[in-house]
């Protein structure tokens, strides 16, 4: 059994959005706060999230999320990567966090934190991670979980999209080749671009 928290399912900008006096923003409808794009999932052994954006650390307060067993990146934009440095309290603990991404949004992380990407510009409480390298061509392992990445066209940008058993996981979606839908046949769950 896998459970999945929604820790946020609002647009780049996050609603409300900052100075916007449209109404959906001075609403006080609890369904009109929403944060950055990503999910915790938990099993019995293991708790990770599908990206980390500028949210991430209001986030994990509200899902009382102790441990951090990884990081699975869909593609480099802020409003899915911004919060990685709010992993210091997982790395304190644990060690270094293991991180999921594809060679092109390691690249891009590598430029933009290059003090948790690059060994060599460490300095003192700097959060470090261990870098896992995957592509849309095979599944991997996270403990006993097989997850599969489901490549989606964000524009002409690819995006990682996961289905783990049942349940897959897509955003920024604007396209995806049918040979990556495939992928998706028989699914109980699918969260699509939230
Ligand atoms: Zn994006």
Redesign the pocket.
């Known amino acids: 059994m896998i459970k999945i928290t929604f820790l946020g399912t609002g647009t780049?900008q996050g609603i409300p959005m900052i100075g916007s006096t449209h109404p959906v923003c001075l609403s006080a409808n609890s369904k009109d706060k929403r944060l950055r794009s990503s999910v915790l999932i938990e099993t019995e052994n293991l708790s990770f999230t599908i990206d980390c954006g500028p949210d991430f650390r209001q986030q994990m307060l509200k899902a009382q999320c102790e441990r951090l067993d990884g990081v699975i990146f869909t593609?480099e934009?802020a409003?899915?990567t911004a919060g990685i440095d709010d992993i210091r309290p997982y790395f304190f603990r644990q060690g270094d966090i293991p991180v999921f991404a594809s060679a092109r949004v390691i690249e891009s992380l590598k430029k933009r934190f290059g003090y948790i990407f690059n060994s060599e510009n460490k300095y003192p409480g700097a959060p470090s991670v261990k870098v896992s390298e995957i592509d849309k061509r095979s599944s991997f392992q996270l403990d006993v979980l097989k997850i599969t990445p489901v490549e989606v066209m964000?524009n002409r940008?690819s995006?990682l999209g996961y289905r783990i058993g049942n349940f897959a996981y897509l955003?920024?979606v604007k396209t995806i080749a049918s040979e990556e839908m495939e992928k998706l046949n028989d699914l109980d769950v699918l969260v699509l671009n939230c």
């Open positions: 780049s593609h934009h409003d899915h964000h940008l995006v955003t920024d």
